[in-house]
C-alpha cells in the first residue's frame, strides 16, 4: 500500500522534482534552462494538452452516446443511410483549423530555433560509436567524452549520464553549436535547453542555447546507432564567467591540439 501511495504521489509532485537530469517516476519535460525549452513547455502545457484532452473526451462521449443510443434493444431498425453531408465537411474543416492553430505557434517555436543570433562560444559536437568527442574552434581545444563506467562513479555522478571530460560553459551567454558524425548516425540532445539536432556523417548541422541556470545538464545520444547507442551520453556544465576563465586556463594545457604542442616545441628549440 505504501508503495503504490508512493508511485501516486510521485506523479502529483513531479512538477517539484524536476531537475537538470531525469529522475525516478518523471512524468513530463525536465526542467526548463533556456527560453527556447519554456516555450516548447508553455506550447505543450497551454496549447497540445487542452487540445488533446477536449478531442479525447469529445471521442469518448461519441463513443459512449453511440454504445447507448443504437444498441440492438433501443434501436431494432437500424439506419440504412451512408452519407451526411454536413457531417463530413465538419469532421473535414474541424481537423483542418485545429491544425492550423497548433501549426502557427509552432513554427513560430521553429523559427525562433533555426535563427541563431550572434554567438559568444562556438562549440563542435561529433557523435563516435560510441562516445562524443568536442572542439572549441576560438580556443585551440579537442577532446574526448566518455560514460564512466558504474563502478567508477562518485556519489554525485547520475549512471549513464555522468562523463570524464564535461562540456564546460559560461552561463548566459549564446553557445552555437555545430553538429556532425564521424561515422553513423547520431543526434545531440539536450533536453533541459530544447536542443535536438541529428549529427550526418559528412554534413555539418547547427544548433544554439542560452544556459540561464548554472548547473551541470545531461543528455544522450537521441537517435538508435548502434549497440552501444545508450552509453554516450551528454554532459554540459554551465558556471560563471570566472570559472569558465579558470577552466580555460587549465584546458589550454590539458586539451591543446597537438599542433599547438609542436610549434611550442619548436619555438623552444629556437
Same mark, same amino acid.
Given at each position: 500500500?505504501?508503495k503504490i ?8 509532485? @513531479?512538477?517539484?522534482? !524536476?531537475?537538470?537530469? =531525469?529522475?525516478?517516476?518523471? /512524468?513530463? /519535460?525536465? &526542467? ?5 525549452m519554456r516555450?516548447?513547455v508553455?506550447f ?21 452516446y453511440?454504445?447507448?443510443?443504437? $444498441? ?5 431498425n437500424?439506419?440504412? $443511410? ?8 465538419l469532421? @473535414?474543416?474541424i481537423?483542418c %483549423?485545429?491544425l492550423i ?8 517555436? %521553429?523559427? &525562433?530555433?533555426?535563427?541563431i543570433p550572434?554567438a ?19 580556443e585551440?581545444l579537442?577532446?574526448?567524452s ?7 562513479l562518485?556519489?554525485?555522478q =547520475? ?11 559560461p552561463?548566459?551567454k549564446?553557445?552555437?553549436? %555545430?553538429? @556532425?558524425a564521424?561515422?553513423?548516425l547520431?543526434? #545531440?540532445?539536450?533536453?533541459? !535547453?530544447?536542443v535536438?539536432?541529428?549529427a ?6 547547427e544548433? #544554439? ?8 545538464y545531461?543528455g ?26 579558470? #577552466?580555460?586556463?587549465?584546458? $589550454?594545457v590539458k ?12 619555438l623552444a628549440?629556437?
Amino acid at each position: 500500500m505504501k508503495k503504490i501511495l508512493f508511485i501516486f504521489s510521485s506523479f502529483l509532485i @513531479t512538477t517539484l522534482a !524536476f531537475a537538470n537530469q =531525469p529522475t525516478d517516476w518523471q /512524468f513530463g /519535460f525536465q &526542467k526548463a534552462a533556456s527560453e527556447s525549452m519554456r516555450d516548447i513547455v508553455s506550447f505543450h502545457n497551454n496549447l497540445l494538452l487542452p487540445i488533446i484532452i477536449a478531442i479525447s473526451v469529445f471521442v469518448l462521449f461519441l463513443m459512449l452516446y453511440a454504445c447507448v443510443r443504437f $444498441r440492438a434493444s433501443a434501436n431494432p431498425n437500424p439506419s440504412k $443511410r451512408t452519407h451526411n453531408v454536413t457531417v463530413e465537411v465538419l469532421w @473535414t474543416l474541424i481537423p483542418c %483549423l485545429i491544425l492550423i492553430v497548433m501549426a502557427v505557434p509552432s513554427f513560430k517555436i %521553429l523559427y &525562433k530555433q533555426d535563427s541563431i543570433p550572434k554567438a559568444d562560444l562556438t562549440i563542435k559536437a561529433i557523435g563516435y560509436q560510441w562516445y562524443w568527442g568536442y572542439e572549441y574552434p576560438d580556443e585551440n581545444l579537442i577532446f574526448d567524452s566518455y560514460m564512466i563506467e558504474e563502478k567508477d562513479l562518485k556519489p554525485d555522478q =547520475p549512471r549513464l549520464l555522468a562523463v570524464d571530460n564535461e562540456v564546460v560553459v559560461p552561463v548566459g551567454k549564446v553557445i552555437k553549436v %555545430l553538429i @556532425t558524425a564521424n561515422d553513423v548516425l547520431h543526434a #545531440w540532445a539536450l533536453p533541459s !535547453f530544447g536542443v535536438k539536432r541529428d549529427a550526418v556523417p559528412g554534413r555539418i548541422n547547427e544548433t #544554439w542555447f542560452k544556459a540561464e541556470k548554472v548547473g551541470t545538464y545531461y543528455g544522450q545520444c537521441s537517435e538508435l546507432c548502434g549497440i552501444k547507442h545508450a552509453f554516450m551520453p551528454i554532459a554540459v556544465k554551465v558556471v560563471s564567467e570566472e570559472k569558465y576563465q579558470e #577552466w580555460l586556463s587549465e584546458a $589550454r594545457v590539458k586539451f591543446a591540439k597537438e599542433e599547438i604542442k609542436n610549434d611550442k616545441l619548436k619555438l623552444a628549440s629556437k
